[in-house]
């Protein structure tokens, strides 16, 4: 697993306006059918509404087991997860969108209005002709200062690299400003400085290099990924 990967799959889950919910039905079968997550930032967690009285809710009270499944084009992105259901107000009138008053006769404080979040746990895809199967677990384990997969990086093999954390930041094709920079602020990754991106992890992330990152972005995506749910 790659960063690419990773925040193609975040771009795919964003731009989606439907997706396919799985949920464990009474007989213990799956049971999908199609929703509309609220303003999704990626795959680590994903928001929709459905009624209090219907089946998604009903079957997620009894098995919280769910899963979604993002399409576009050739490329799906699947997340297996838990689902929890949330009547508080203030999550209520944080994900309202208008056009639910048409299912919400009450509007955001109709008791049937309720908001589901979906957190990930492993995620499987098909992006642009490559797989990869990973857990957020192994995401979330820092493995560089700049956000990059040291796990799933190529030349860790070809190069002899035991990865940026192993190499304090000097691997095999010399020594990182990135690193370099993360450790002299005292930080483990970029994720925890209050610049990020800066200029040089800029420069990494988002140049025209062929090992910047497609789509650019990408490892800065990662550090502020694991800067947000530190482990
Ligand atoms: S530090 Fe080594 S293993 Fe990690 S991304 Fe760089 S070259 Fe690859
Ligand atoms: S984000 Fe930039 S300034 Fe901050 S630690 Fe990383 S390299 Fe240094």
Redesign the pocket.
């Known amino acids: 697993m790659n960063v690419n990967i990773f925040e193609k799959a975040n771009r795919i889950v964003r731009s989606s306006d439907a997706a396919y919910f799985g949920v464990i039905d009474e007989g213990g079968f799956p049971s999908v059918s199609a929703v509309s997550p609220v303003k999704p930032e990626g795959i680590l967690e994903v928001y929709f509404t459905t009624n209090l009285g219907g089946n998604k809710a009903t079957r997620l009270q009894k098995c919280n087991k769910a899963s979604f499944c993002f399409r576009e084009g050739g490329s799906n992105v699947t997340l297996v997860g838990t689902a929890e259901i949330l009547t508080d107000q203030e999550t209520k009138s944080k994900y309202w969108l208008d056009w639910f008053k048409d299912h919400y006769a009450g509007g955001v404080t109709d008791p049937s209005y309720i908001v589901v979040k979906f957190t990930t746990n492993r995620v499987s895809l098909w992006i642009d002709n490559e797989g990869a199967e990973f857990t957020v677990g192994d995401l979330l384990a820092v493995?560089?200062c700049c956000g990059?997969l040291?796990d799933g990086?190529s030349?860790?093999e070809s190069?002899g690299?035991?990865?940026?954390i192993a190499?304090g930041g000097k691997?095999?094709?010399g020594e990182?400003p990135v690193a370099a920079c993360c450790h002299g602020k005292g930080y483990v990754h970029c994720g925890e400085c209050a610049d990020i991106p800066c200029d040089i992890l800029n420069e990494f992330s988002c140049g025209e290099d062929e090992h910047s990152d497609k789509p650019a972005g990408a490892r800065i995506a990662v550090c502020k990924a694991w800067a947000a749910n530190k482990r």
């Open positions: 493995q560089s990059l040291c990086c030349y860790k190069h690299c035991a990865g940026c190499v691997p095999f094709w990182c």
